[in-house]
């Protein structure tokens, strides 16, 4: 478990998902962010069952060493998440990492700290060539905080997200 000290006095402790993960915890952190319209993949509501098949479909990635996901709690609560994502096949040297993270723990330091623990278990898990990702380009506080951390534009796929109607570009950044 590692402890990340917030801007606001609070300690987030981040551990990676196990089996005895609540899916009802991380059905509401996502539904929370679909809710708002965040700048995530996901474009409605995910069910019990749904979140109860990406639990043990994260669970048995990290036993099998393709993929990790660190969870941030504040309070017991989900803050955040965070993931890795080996590549397969000729693209096994790549992984892909995300980050998401509630409303309420935004600007808050968490963000980067998270993202930082997640490329610190990325490099020592599967030693990746590249370790990249994508961020909308309208979520320019994401855009700013992988900039920060290192990742650098390779490319931009134009009009490549339906986004509640509105066609944006996405970006793939390379760390």
Request: hydrophobic share 40%.
């Given at each position: 478990?590692?402890?990340?000290?917030?801007?606001?006095?609070?300690?987030?402790?981040?551990?990676?998902?196990?089996?005895?993960?609540n899916a009802g915890d991380h059905m509401k952190f996502i539904?929370?962010?679909?809710?708002?319209?965040?700048?995530?993949?996901?474009?409605?509501?995910?069910?019990?069952?749904?979140?109860?098949?990406?639990?043990?479909?994260?669970?048995?990635?990290?036993?099998?060493?393709?993929?990790?996901?660190?969870?941030?709690?504040?309070?017991?609560?989900?803050?955040?998440?965070?993931?890795?994502?080996?590549?397969?096949?000729?693209?096994?040297?790549?992984?892909?990492?995300?980050?998401?993270?509630?409303?309420?723990?935004r600007s808050i330091g968490l963000g980067e700290k998270l993202?930082?623990?997640?490329?610190?278990?990325?490099?020592?898990?599967?030693?990746?060539?590249?370790?990249?990702?994508?961020?909308?380009?309208?979520?320019?506080?994401?855009?700013?905080?992988?900039?920060?951390?290192?990742?650098?534009?390779?490319?931009?796929?134009?009009?490549?997200?339906?986004?509640?109607?509105?066609?944006?570009d996405l970006i793939v950044m390379k760390l």
């Open positions: 478990m590692d402890k990340i000290k917030l801007k606001d006095g609070r300690v987030a402790t981040v551990e990676f998902i196990g089996k005895n993960d539904n929370g962010l679909i809710e708002e319209k965040a700048y995530i993949l996901f474009d409605r509501k995910v069910t019990f069952k749904e979140e109860t098949g990406w639990v043990k479909t994260n669970v048995e990635g990290q036993k099998k060493k393709e993929r990790f996901l660190l969870v941030a709690r504040v309070n017991g609560k989900i803050a955040g998440n965070s993931s890795a994502i080996r590549g397969t096949m000729k693209e096994r040297n790549n992984v892909s990492v995300g980050i998401a993270l509630a409303k309420e723990f993202l930082k623990l997640n490329i610190k278990y990325a490099k020592k898990m599967f030693r990746p060539k590249n370790i990249y990702l994508t961020v909308f380009a309208a979520n320019k506080r994401a855009h700013g905080l992988y900039k920060k951390a290192g990742f650098r534009e390779i490319a931009v796929l134009p009009k490549w997200i339906s986004h509640y109607g509105k066609y944006i």
